[in-house]
């Protein structure tokens, strides 16, 4: 995700969650509060309580609008040409030329997933969009299988396989120095689809 997730934003309801993503963004979850997140905003701050519960209310829907977001980025287009679809799904979830925006929304949803851990209404909405995901692979997956372009296999496993490991990269990169590594994962992952995968 290239641009800021909430470039767009038009509502007040957009507003307030752009506002609670910047608060995220410098606070993390543990500091933020509806006072950070109200200095944020760039109108009255009473509006928050009307449109918002509380603190926890606030991020779940920040969380859910920016998933939402990554979901349509990763899984737009048709499925005539499957095999570039996958290079490039697999392209833009190891990228090492990640600007300062995006590495901040990669490392906001690492730290928002690992309150999964204990709540289960963020695992719920992670899961939920590990399953969009998935379904979105199985469908480029099962379509190169019908064309041709792919080798007899079955497409759910692979795409668990694929989205275990981006998983992993994803969250290493959020909270790793050096991106050097990211090269030699991509490397073994393309020796993997074309033993596994492609047909040539």
Not at 43 to 66: A, F, M, N, Q, T
Not at 105 to 120: K, N, Y
Not at 173 to 194: C, K, P
Request: net charge negative; proline share 2%.
């Amino acid at each position: 995700m290239s641009e800021d997730p909430f470039a767009n934003a038009e509502t007040t309801e957009e507003e307030i969650l752009a506002a609670t993503y910047r608060a995220l963004c410098t606070e993390g979850y543990a500091d933020i509060t509806i006072k950070s997140i109200g200095e944020e905003f760039d109108k009255s701050p009473s509006l928050i309580y009307r449109h918002y519960e509380g603190k926890d209310d606030l991020v779940r829907s920040c969380l859910e609008y920016l998933l939402e977001g990554f979901e349509s980025q990763q899984t737009s287009g048709e499925f005539e040409k499957p095999r570039e679809q996958l290079d490039e799904f697999v392209t833009s979830m190891t990228s090492t030329d990640l600007d300062d925006e995006e590495r901040q929304f990669m490392a906001t949803l690492v730290a928002l997933r690992a309150r999964g851990v204990t709540d289960e209404e963020y695992r719920q909405l992670f899961t939920r969009s590990d399953a969009i995901l998935k379904s979105h692979l199985v469908s480029i997956i099962q379509s190169g299988i019908n064309t041709g372009e792919f080798q007899q296999c079955t497409p759910e496993s692979v795409a668990e396989t694929l989205l275990a490991i981006l998983s992993g990269v994803s969250t290493r990169q959020a909270t790793s120095m050096s991106d050097e590594w990211v090269t030699d994962v991509r490397s073994e992952v393309n020796e993997y689809l074309q033993r596994r995968v492609y047909t040539d």
